[in-house]
């Protein structure tokens, strides 16, 4: 193997170039600031060049001098490149370092000839080289930007979130659905909280424990020392959702299905029913935080989902088995359905007014009524409309926002 030191000799002896004069002559003081800017540009391009490499070449520098440039060139070729890989590499970077002043000017000569060329392709490195070289240049300041005087817009516009408000969840498009799941996450129902039947100890509460004074008396000898009280126990009504989930609700179930699983996680006793041509209870579903893997659930449980409709059947179904279970303590219900039965209404008004009987508060929900002119044409409507204590629209944003309102106010029965 040929030493370092002969190996550079060897490349200057073969290179070529004029001979400085020795008053043109650079010094090695001024020399090496140059060079070590030079293995800094290397380094950024993607060589692996170190402080023994810097000094080799200073030394090799030292021993052939730098008359001319191809003995620098030799020389530095020598001690800094360790594969062949890199040798197109290094020889972009050196023409680009050190540059010819006689040889610019005769490439500002031929550039008008090269500018017809068809565009080539760059050679391997080239970006880098040129990304490399502009790290050491300032940034030019940025261009100053007349100030243009203000200008007001006078058309009426309507934000995208307000008309997300009033749009139709049939009329939207995938990602409005998305948008319109997203809001209503954020919807929270109001907990209106009840009396119920039952008292809990209170020292300030308004009424007199006269059981629990009489009982503290006998531990004391029979002397009333202390008069309990008793204040009763408030808490939010149940809340119990019946869904229609036929071909012509589909859509909006879909989006109500969001909404119904945002309640029965934010407030306890929720139920939620589905029906179609059958009822079935997904409460146990909805109560699983993520609502992917809820609605998956429910997917899997309900068979006939965007079917027929059998309205009459699936309340006499959750009136046998299920009032007693979930409409105790002045149960809010919401009937969510369009009132199209394909039963024409057979045992409706029935079912409808036991289940009214049953709760503190009926609602019916039904899309239909976004229609100025809507009229209760069909069997199925007529036969629930008398039994129902509210009738209110769903089919938006807002009409579920107008929906919470309702049921933060509260009714008597």
């Known amino acids: 193997m040929i030493p370092p030191k002969e190996a550079v000799h060897a490349a200057a002896r073969r290179g070529t170039g004029s001979p400085l004069a020795p008053r043109d002559r650079p010094s090695a003081e001024a020399f090496a600031p140059n060079l070590l800017a030079f293995i800094r540009l290397l380094r950024r391009v993607g060589l692996q060049v170190g402080p023994g490499d810097a000094l080799a070449a200073t030394e090799a520098l030292t021993l052939t001098g730098i008359e001319t440039r191809a003995t620098v060139r030799a020389a530095l070729s020598a ?3 360790r594969k062949h890989e890199q040798a197109e590499l290094f020889d972009a970077a050196f023409a680009l370092f050190w540059r010819d002043p006689e040889k610019g ?6 550039a008008m000839l090269e500018e017809q060329k068809a565009p080539q392709k760059p050679k391997a490195g080239d970006r880098r080289m040129a990304e490399a070289m502009a790290a050491d240049r300032p940034l030019p300041p940025p261009p100053k930007q007349e100030e243009q005087p203000p200008q007001l817009d006078a058309a009426m516009t309507v934000s995208e979130r307000e008309r997300l408000q009033q749009m139709d969840f049939e009329a939207m498009s995938a990602a409005e659905i998305a948008l319109a799941k997203q809001e209503i996450r954020r919807l929270v129902l109001p907990l209106d909280a009840r009396p119920t039947r039952r008292f809990r100890t209170d020292p300030l ?8 004074t009489l009982r503290a008396g006998s531990r004391s000898g029979g002397e009333l020392v202390t008069i309990l009280r008793k204040r009763r126990v408030v808490r939010p009504p149940p809340l119990v959702a019946i869904c229609d989930i036929s071909g012509s609700m589909a859509r909006y179930a879909q989006v109500l299905l969001h909404f119904l699983h945002a309640v029965t996680n934010d407030r306890e006793r929720v139920h939620s029913f589905l029906f179609g041509t059958r009822l079935s209870n997904i409460t146990r ?30 309340l006499e179904r959750f009136n046998q088995d299920w009032g007693r279970r979930v ?8 009937l969510i359905t369009d009132g199209l039965d394909r039963e024409g209404g057979r045992g409706l008004a029935e079912a409808t007014d036991r289940l009214k009987r049953s709760c503190r508060r009926l609602i019916w929900l039904n899309p239909l009524l976004r229609y100025a002119g809507f009229q209760p044409k069909s069997q199925g409507i007529r036969a629930m409309l008398p039994h129902v204590h509210e009738f209110r629209p769903v089919h938006n944003l807002a009409s579920l926002r107008q929906l919470i309102e309702a049921l933060g106010k509260g009714t008597r029965r």
């Open 79 to 81: 001690t800094l490149l």
């Open 105 to 110: 000017a005769t490439e500002a000569a031929f």
């Open 205 to 212: 509460g308004p009424r007199v424990d006269l059981k629990a």
């Open 285 to 314: 579903q909805l109560k699983h935080r993520d609502p992917e893997i809820a609605f998956e659930m429910v997917a899997h449980m309900v068979p006939d989902w965007s079917g027929g409709t059998r309205i009459g059947e699936a």
């Open 327 to 334: 409409l105790g303590q002045g149960a809010v219900v919401l």
